[in-house]
């Protein structure tokens, strides 16, 4: 019985250990998750080929969307058409994020260009970018795509 107790404890505590190091540690200090990017007004959220008219689009909603669609985050683009979330790094793993996780813009693109449709979203996997100096681990659009709902 003891040594069947002992086992378990051993099992809990290497189970431990492997959470905490795919949750990013860093000299004992959890690091930060960043997803960043630039949203653009257009058909597939880039800046296409000519970068000078391209307009960015302002006060978008975008989701971070994992899973069957759950919503776990979400940020507004601000007047130059960034948009930062910030996950904690206990609850996001950064294997599950690249793989189980898309970023969804849920404003109508004709919100930002009446040209444009005004149904479908623009969806992106996730992409690792690299670390801050202090640390933050980066993760950016691949490729924003357009898709009829």
Do not use: H, W, Y
């Not at 905490?20 to 998750?33: C, K, M, R, S």
């Not at 930062?84 to 599950?96: E, G, W």
């Not at 005004?118 to 969806?123: A, C, D, K, R």
């Amino acid at each position: 019985m003891v040594m069947k107790s002992l086992l378990f404890v051993l099992v809990l505590i290497v189970g431990f250990a492997a959470l905490l190091a795919e949750a990013q540690l860093l000299g004992g200090i959890l690091a930060l998750t960043q997803i960043r990017g630039t949203l653009f007004c257009s058909v597939n959220g880039s800046i296409g080929s000519n970068s000078t008219t391209t307009p960015v689009f302002p006060n978008a909603l975008v989701q971070l969307q994992c899973g069957t669609g759950n919503v776990v985050a979400s940020a507004t683009t601000n007047t130059a058409g960034v948009f930062s979330i910030l996950l904690d790094p206990l609850r996001f793993v950064l294997s599950s994020l690249l793989t189980n996780c898309n970023l969804v813009v849920k404003t109508p693109l004709a919100t930002c260009n009446s040209s444009l449709p005004t149904n479908g979203i623009l969806i992106s996997a996730l992409q690792f970018f690299g670390r801050t100096v202090d640390g933050i681990i980066n993760i950016i659009p691949v490729e924003f795509i357009f898709l009829l709902n």
